[in-house]
């Protein structure tokens, strides 16, 4: 009888890893990103944030780069 909550379990597990590793691969891209840009590796973090991250990147991508502020 405790064979189906082998398997839920056992799925629940798959989920899980299934979730982090898709937060790990939009969460690496975007930390090399911000680091190139001279803003804090840590905003990276965000995009995994459903409306924050959509408002981080358009601050991001309209603001002036600290990286660049540096060359000009």
């Known amino acids: 009888m405790e064979h189906g909550?082998?398997?839920s379990a056992g799925f629940a597990?798959?989920?899980l890893l299934f979730w982090v590793i898709g937060i790990v691969i939009v969460i690496i891209p975007f930390w090399k990103?911000?680091?190139k840009a001279g803003f804090s590796k840590w905003l990276s973090l965000l995009m995994v944030v459903p409306i924050?991250?959509?408002i981080v990147l358009y601050v991001v991508a309209f603001s002036t780069w600290p990286a660049h502020r540096g060359g000009e």
């Open 5 to 7: 909550s082998d398997v």
């Open 13 to 15: 597990v798959f989920v």
């Open 33 to 35: 990103i911000y680091a």
């Open 52 to 54: 924050v991250n959509l």
